[in-house]
């Protein structure tokens, strides 16, 4: 699975964004999906997730509510709106397919990972 992070760029705190992860390669529509951050100098952290059968998702406590992940698998994308960012939200977005092999909250439980995208808030 190829994965392409978009999306990103530099808004102001209260803004919005939403970025973009388009798959090739596998069938999309079997695969769970999770968003990643990693400030610099920072370890990569846990964003939210979205599963492939439902579509259930799951988010970190620190973007819980102004964050939201769907997924549109006609298009063999998943999407994340992020609203009322905060310049803490700073950092580069990763999205990546999950793999099973551990929680879906820890990083090497994924696979395929996306190029990244920065995500710029200014104060």
């Known amino acids: 699975v190829q994965l392409q992070a978009s999306g990103g760029g530099l808004v102001q705190a209260g803004g919005s964004l939403r970025l973009s992860c388009a798959a090739s390669?596998?069938?999309?529509?079997?695969?769970?999906m999770g968003w990643f951050r990693q400030a610099p100098g920072k370890e990569r952290e846990f964003v939210g997730y979205?599963?492939?059968?439902?579509?259930?998702?799951y988010y970190a406590d620190s973007v819980k509510g102004r964050f939201t992940i769907s997924r549109d698998n006609a298009k063999n994308t998943v999407y994340l709106q992020m609203n009322s960012l905060k310049p803490e939200d700073t950092a580069v977005y990763y999205c990546?397919?999950?793999?099973?092999?551990?929680?879906?909250?820890?990083?090497?439980?994924?696979?395929?990972w996306g190029q990244g995208t920065q995500v710029t808030v200014s104060s």
């Open positions: 990546a397919t999950y793999s099973g092999r551990r929680s879906l909250r820890f990083v090497d439980g994924y696979d395929y």
């Open positions: 979205i599963s492939w059968i439902a579509g259930n998702t």
């Open positions: 390669g596998r069938t999309f529509s079997n695969y769970s």
